[in-house]
Each structure stands twice: as C-alpha cells, then as structure tokens.
C-alpha cells in the first residue's frame, strides 16, 4: 500500500522559515518525480515545485523562486520543501505528489499539511 505523509507545516510569522517534509513507503521511489503543491482556501491546487529522480528541482512557481527549494533523498525515500521567507499568500495546505516517470501512468497523494503565516 503506497503512503505519502506530510510533517512540518504549523503556525510560522512573516519573514521566518519552515520545512516541510514528506516520507513516502509502498512506492519504488525512484520512479517517481516529487512534487509539492498547495491549495489555499477558495482556491485551485497549484503546483509549487517539483524534483526528479536525480534530484534536481523544475517547475518552481513563480511566487516562490528563490524562496522555496524542493529536495529528495533517494536512500530515505523522502521528499522536502524548504520554505524560507514566508509571507501570508504562502498560507495553505501543502500536498505531497508523486508520479510515475514510465510505466503504467500512477499518481499518489498525501493527506495535507496547513501552513499557516501570520504574525
């Protein structure tokens, strides 16, 4: 059974950092591309980032270049979001995604975690 769980989200200010974290079982990881998107209230998933197998990072949404950085760890079969000068537009519940990169086409998803900034 393949599971995606969510950590680290919480009640963080304006201008402070957070890290998200994502711990992945059932999957072969290395298949997968990681990706974290967020949904903030009233509004459509987005994607925030993504990292391949090798690790290296793409599709950073605009609103966090250079804030946010998406890693992997292959041997741990996790996936991270380091969130660093928040601002309160970064307010809303972070998933962590997986897709298949060959094979039969699968997607998972985590449960969510809320990220919450303000002062």
């Known amino acids: 059974q393949v599971q995606l769980v969510e950590s680290g989200g919480g009640l963080v200010q304006p201008g402070e950092s957070l890290r998200l974290s994502c711990a992945t079982s059932?999957?072969?990881?290395?298949?997968?591309?990681m990706s974290w998107y967020r949904q903030k209230p009233n509004k459509e998933r987005e994607l925030v980032a993504s990292?391949?197998?090798?690790?290296?990072?793409?599709n950073y949404a605009d609103s966090v270049k250079g804030r946010f950085a998406i890693s992997r760890h292959n041997v741990e079969e996790t996936a991270s979001l380091q969130m660093n000068s928040v601002n309160s537009d970064d307010t809303a519940v972070y998933f962590c995604?997986?897709?298949?990169?060959?094979?039969?086409?699968?997607?998972?998803w985590g449960q969510g975690t809320q990220v919450t900034v303000s002062s």
């Open positions: 995604n997986a897709r298949a990169v060959d094979g039969p086409p699968e997607e998972y």
């Open positions: 990292v391949n197998s090798r690790g290296a990072a793409f």
């Open positions: 059932g999957l072969s990881f290395r298949r997968y591309i």
